[in-house]
């Protein structure tokens, strides 16, 4: 099971970036895939999710409306787009399964970082003038 952020980067404020996430070893189109970020001192949190049903999204009040989270089976990658950057999004960026529970439980999103199990290598996500 591997999933590998890749994407980030220095952006002005107001800027925009993609970040990726590339799966394997699990069946992606089961799978809830969550974007969570942390900034230093900070807990982790889940910005956004995509679960395995169709229009099943979830965003952070924070980036509602700044972010668009979408999933390509076919290729195995979850995408964040983020736009409208801030200072604030400064943070290291992970994507994250859970792969316990039933199958159906899967592809459900998580709400708290720590109900992901499965985390991949983050990507630097630095906004700054």
């Known amino acids: 099971v591997q999933l590998q952020a890749s994407g980030g980067g220095l952006v002005q404020p107001g800027g925009s970036l993609r970040l990726s996430c590339a799966t394997s070893g699990f069946s992606l189109d089961r799978s809830a895939i969550g974007w969570l970020r942390q900034a230093p001192g900070k807990e982790p949190e889940v910005v956004s999710c995509?679960?395995?049903?169709?229009?099943?999204?979830y965003y952070a009040d924070s980036v509602k409306g700044r972010f668009t989270i979408s999933r390509d089976n076919a290729k195995n990658t979850v995408y964040l787009q983020m736009n409208s950057l801030k200072p604030e999004d400064t943070a290291v960026y992970y994507c994250?399964?859970?792969?316990?529970?039933?199958?159906?439980?899967?592809?459900?999103?998580?709400?708290?970082?720590?109900?992901?199990?499965?985390w991949g290598q983050g990507t630097q996500v630095t906004v700054s003038s």
């Open positions: 994250a399964t859970d792969l316990r529970g039933s199958f159906n439980s899967r592809g459900i999103c998580k709400l708290g970082a720590y109900q992901y199990n499965r």
């Open positions: 995509v679960g395995s049903g169709p229009l099943t999204t």
